[in-house]
Nanobody, 126 residues
Framework: QLRLVESGGGLEQAGGSLRLSCEAS????????MGWFRQAPGKDREFVAS????????FYADSVKGRFTISRDNAKNTVYLLMNTLNPEDTAIYLC???????????????????WGQGTQVNVSS
């Protein structure tokens, strides 16, 4: 059973930056592709970014491409999301998730992820 704990959320002004972290425990971290999703009030859960288990490939939603960067450190069992040039539309709860698929696979579909964290709130003021 993989346990995921996010941190790093908070209040930031438009144009600013935040770095989210998600630390995993209870499993072989490199055996999982990792993803970040977000959910704003009244909206569906939205894919943000994903990274393969080996860290060799990343994929982004169009809404964050060029502003956000996903990375991972398998030695620290942690995945990161660096968010630059934030805007109020980025306000949401950000959740990390693990997909049991090693190597080069990844997915943008939330239903395929096996484990989820509780989320961390990000608020961006205009």
């Amino acid at each position: 059973q993989l346990r995921l704990v996010e941190s790093g959320g908070g209040l930031e002004q438009a144009g600013g930056s935040l770095r989210l972290s998600c630390e995993a425990s209870g499993g072989i971290f490199s055996s999982y592709a990792m993803g970040w999703f977000r959910q704003a009030p009244g909206k569906d859960r939205e894919f943000v970014a994903s990274i393969t288990g080996n860290g060799g490939y990343t994929f982004y939603a169009d809404s964050v491409k060029g502003r956000f960067t996903i990375s991972r450190d398998n030695a620290k069992n942690t995945v990161y999301l660096l968010m630059n040039t934030l805007n109020p539309e980025d306000t949401a709860i950000y959740l990390c998730a693990a997909y049991a698929c090693s190597g080069w696979c990844y997915t943008t579909t939330p239903q395929q992820y096996n484990y989820w964290g509780q989320g961390t709130q990000v608020n961006v003021s205009s």
